[in-house]
């Protein structure tokens, strides 16, 4: 098997009893030859999908920076059980890395995660292999070709380079797959100008893919021992510690993450890092979180409850309201003015702003409780099994992982037997589903604007290049009425308005409006669409029908008014 006299008594000498505790080897050589800060507070543990759930709620410092990695062995093939993971789990992470995503039907999983863009590489002569990173649509993103690793006939990878912005922060990210059984001395050669380029910027990174190298064996290998060596040279310190390929027969830790703290003076970044205990593939996932004391955690968003309790409420109010200030008005903006403030001060008060809970903040579509309840139970087991290596508890654990799977995937498909339903659901909306779902419709990932050419100068500066943009759209009414004008002034000089003299003066009250009344005004509020969104005054469609009694008088006098003056109100032509 290629392995030297001490690699074969390691393996041979190695307690798989406790294996997930005792495999301190490669921590005691980084402690050995490595005393960072980052190391000494790494904090690096196994945990469960619950577990971590707790341990971020526990965090006393806001993230800077969340990056997910896994070997899923064929985006293809795991993607369902991908979104089960990552609904399960009470957190988004700001990136995902994944490798080994092979090239089946990868364009059509563009949109298989909500709130994120996809990008990837692929291998050219295979269907294995590849890497593909979903990084959330709300950051700047710039690719970074120069820092793409070649791949060989002897040394085959795909990676994936990137800048990311999130809010004042920039990070460096990097997704690698190297294929099994290359070179590793010529991989090592290749990744370090990359390394030694990247370190010498300001700019901190995070490298995380399967690299197929065992740093279990930095002790006992050449090889992975001068590769190690070569991170550390250039500050990249390795964070996940613990092997991340746990078979009945081996433990090995070919899945990696690699973190540059950048070349700020400021030292107040904590990095904490584990690997999470699931089932997808052969390999566990890995997580880093990088905390910082000065970003502003992420505000869980506000919305009002409309629950049948307060739409009774509302309706309520509405009927015991006195109008006698509107029907005073014989002023169309301020009669309508007194009739808005009156409705939205009632609904203000009957659907006061909540907090979203952290449950209902991220959408989990068809995961249950009792569904919920299942997956721990599947994951102590897991647990219990590769930490024991019992062949009883493998037995359990494979069993009750059978009836898990059937039971989830019953629930997926009840959810989209309903999404794609034809009875509940029209022609649009089953189009709208199917984009959600599927990748036809490919989300726009934004145009970011490099360089800006106005004529005279070109300028790559952010700022400069918004504010020319943010003038140019101000000023086109200004430009046009001044266009207008001076083909006005043409036509003056011109006399070409003569023929204005052989036209008749216009005719006032030329023409009759019959008086509106309530049960025409309730006639139109009951055929409006239910399904459309809010107006300004966030006061939707189906709030207005359930309320239609209380609202028709008042609206027949502001709808005379505007008959007889001839004025629409300001605030209704508002879209």
């Excluded at 990249?236 to 078979?247: A, C, G, K, Q, S």
């Excluded at 794609?420 to 970011?448: A, E, M, P, Y």
């Excluded at 000089?493 to 019959?514: A, D, G, H, I």
């Excluded at 399904?531 to 207005?544: N, Q, T």
Aim: charged share 25%; hydrophobic share 35%.
């Amino acid at each position: 098997y290629g392995l030297s006299n001490s690699e074969l008594k390691i393996q041979l000498s190695n307690d798989r009893i406790n294996i997930l505790h005792d495999n301190n080897d490669f921590v005691n050589y980084l402690n050995n030859v490595n005393s960072s800060r980052v190391l000494k507070e790494l904090n690096f543990k196994y945990v469960t999908e619950e577990q971590l759930t707790v341990n971020l709620k526990k965090l006393d410092k806001p993230i800077e920076l969340s990056v997910f990695h896994m070997n899923d062995r064929s985006l293809n093939s795991k993607q369902r059980q991908l979104c089960r993971l990552f609904e399960l789990l009470d957190y988004e992470f700001d990136v995902i890395i994944l490798t080994e995503i092979w090239t089946l039907n990868i364009d059509f999983y563009a949109n298989l995660l909500s709130g994120y863009n996809f990008c990837y590489d692929l291998p050219k002569d295979s269907k294995v292999g590849g890497v593909g990173l979903f990084i959330r649509n709300t950051f700047t993103v710039h690719e970074l070709p120069q820092f793409k690793i070649p791949s060989t006939s002897t040394s085959v990878i795909e990676n994936m380079w990137v800048e990311v912005t999130k809010q004042s922060s920039k990070y460096i990210i990097g997704g690698i797959y190297r294929h099994p059984n290359q070179n590793v001395a010529e991989f090592s050669s290749s990744l370090e100008p990359v390394l030694n380029c990247i370190s010498g910027q300001k700019l901190p990174c995070i490298i995380a893919g399967d690299i197929n190298i065992d740093l279990t064996k930095t002790r006992v290998n050449e090889n992975t021992s001068r590769y190690v060596d070569g991170l550390l040279t250039n500050n990249f310190l390795p964070t996940v510690l613990m092997p991340t390929r746990i078979t009945p027969f081996s433990a090995t830790l070919i899945d990696h993450m690699y973190y540059f703290e950048g070349c700020s003076k400021r030292q107040d970044k904590i990095v904490q890092s584990g690997n999470l205990l699931n089932d997808i593939s052969d390999h566990l996932p890995n997580f880093m979180l990088v905390l910082h004391d000065k970003v502003m955690p992420t505000k869980r968003p506000q919305i009002r409850i409309m629950s049948k309790q307060n739409r009774e409420k509302f309706c309520d109010a509405l009927g015991n309201t006195d109008w006698s200030t509107v029907y005073a008005e014989s002023d169309v903006n301020s009669a309508y003015n007194i009739f808005i403030n009156i409705v939205s001060d009632v609904f203000y008060n009957s659907f006061p702003l909540k907090t979203l809970s952290r449950k209902r903040a991220r959408d989990k579509k068809w995961i249950t409780a009792g569904l919920k309840k299942c997956s721990k139970t599947k994951n102590k087991l897991y647990k219990k099994w590769i930490t024991k290596r019992n062949p009883e508890d493998e037995k359990i654990y494979k069993q009750y992982r059978v009836i898990y799977r059937k039971v989830a995937s019953e629930a997926e498909a009840d959810y989209y037997k309903q999404m794609f339903d034809t009875k509940s659901n029209n022609i649009k909306q089953l189009w709208t589903n199917l984009n959600t779902v599927c990748s036809f419709k490919h989300r726009s990932k934004g145009n970011n604007i490099a360089q800006l050419n106005d004529g005279v100068n070109i300028t790559s500066d952010a700022a400069e290049i918004s504010n020319y943009i943010n003038k140019y759209f101000a000023n086109i009414r200004n430009d046009l009425q001044k266009k207008f004008e001076d083909s006005k002034s043409v036509l003056c000089s011109s006399n070409t308005n003569e023929f204005m003299r052989y036209c008749n003066n216009s005719v006032n009250k030329s023409m009759f409006l019959q008086p509106a009344n309530a049960a025409e005004i309730s006639h139109l509020i009951g055929q409006l669409n239910g399904s459309k969104s809010p107006g300004p005054d966030d006061i939707g469609p189906r709030l207005i029908k359930e309320s239609a009694l209380a609202l028709s008088q008042p609206l027949v006098h502001i709808f005379n008014l505007s008959f007889t003056t001839g004025i629409v109100s300001d605030k209704l032509k508002i879209a």
